[in-house]
């Protein structure tokens, strides 16, 4: 298994304003993934982190909005811009091994509030 | 429709009492089957795992899968205060590595009363 840290663990932001929210892992993983999960709701994938190179990010997300990054097999950051009150919500980070079974391995989240 | 759907509940039982979570989807492509226990305020942690189709058992759980149903369960034995949690179900039709991405359910708040 695997054990992920996100930070923040929280964080109450502007209107128009960016806020970038960090993942480690303990151990190297094949993929990273970042979700959005909003109260009530089900997991939504935003996008596959891809280690040096370019995200892969799920319709309705684009890389504008969600810049991602991953500069090696332990870490990403996940960028939410120019946010609104709609962008509130839980950001969730997880991780992957890989292999036949590829289960999935969560950070704590961050819940972060627009105004 | 919805690929995966969930009775978001609240569930409330008695301690002690059995459990049973279910799921639906309508993707004959799904083969792998797991459940996930999501505690207030913390990311989801995996609790079973299945591939395909019949039981998997593990301590006071048990994961079904009925793919000619397009139906699982989860149920939980001898309920504890402690199982108390939001259980999501999520599926896929292969190994990530393969690029199949996995469906969540929206999660059943479960909650048991000493």
Same mark, same amino acid.
């Given at each position: 298994?695997?054990?992920?840290?996100?930070?923040?663990?929280?964080?109450?932001?502007?209107?128009?304003?960016?806020?970038?929210?960090?993942?480690?892992?303990?151990?190297?993983?094949?993929?990273?993934?970042?979700?959005?999960?909003?109260?009530?709701?089900?997991?939504?994938?935003?996008?596959?982190?891809?280690?040096?190179?370019?995200?892969?990010?799920?319709?309705?997300?684009?890389?504008?909005?969600?810049?991602?990054?991953?500069?090696?097999?332990?870490?990403?950051?996940?960028?939410?811009?120019?946010?609104?009150?709609?962008?509130?919500?839980?950001?969730?980070?997880?991780?992957?091994?890989?292999?036949?079974?590829?289960?999935?391995y969560f950070g704590p989240g961050t819940r972060l509030t627009v105004l | 429709q919805k690929e995966v759907e969930q009775d978001p509940g609240p569930l409330s039982v008695p301690? %002690?009492?059995?459990?049973?979570?279910?799921?639906?989807?309508?993707?004959?492509?799904?083969?792998?089957?797991?459940?996930?226990?999501?505690?207030?305020?913390? %990311?989801?942690?995996?609790?079973?795992?299945?591939?395909?189709?019949?039981?998997?058992?593990?301590?006071?759980?048990?994961?079904?899968?009925?793919?000619?149903?397009?139906?699982?369960?989860?149920?939980?034995?001898?309920?504890?205060?402690?199982?108390?949690?939001?259980?999501?179900?999520?599926?896929?039709?292969g190994a990530y590595s393969s690029a199949s991405k996995i469906i969540f359910g929206s999660g059943t708040r479960l909650s048991i009363r000493p």
């Amino acid at each position: 298994s695997a054990v992920i840290s996100q930070k923040p663990s929280r964080d109450i932001c502007q209107r128009g304003t960016s806020l970038t929210i960090q993942c480690q892992v303990d151990s190297q993983v094949t993929m990273m993934f970042w979700y959005r999960q909003q109260p009530g709701q089900s997991l939504t994938l935003i996008a596959t982190a891809n280690q040096g190179s370019e995200a892969t990010y799920e319709s309705g997300f684009v890389i504008d909005k969600f810049p991602i990054s991953r500069p090696n097999l332990t870490f990403s950051t996940l960028t939410v811009s120019n946010m609104s009150p709609e962008d509130s919500s839980i950001y969730l980070c997880s991780g992957s091994q890989g292999g036949d079974t590829d289960t999935q391995y969560f950070g704590p989240g961050t819940r972060l509030t627009v105004l | 429709q919805k690929e995966v759907e969930q009775d978001p509940g609240p569930l409330s039982v008695p301690e %002690g009492a059995i459990v049973s979570l279910n799921c639906t989807y309508s993707n004959s492509a799904f083969q792998y089957f797991m459940w996930y226990r999501q505690y207030s305020r913390k %990311g989801p942690e995996l609790l079973m795992y299945t591939y395909s189709s019949g039981n998997k058992e593990d301590g006071r759980f048990t994961a079904q899968v009925d793919k000619s149903s397009k139906y699982i369960s989860l149920f939980i034995r001898d309920s504890q205060p402690s199982d108390s949690a939001t259980y999501l179900c999520a599926m896929s039709a292969g190994a990530y590595s393969s690029a199949s991405k996995i469906i969540f359910g929206s999660g059943t708040r479960l909650s048991i009363r000493p």
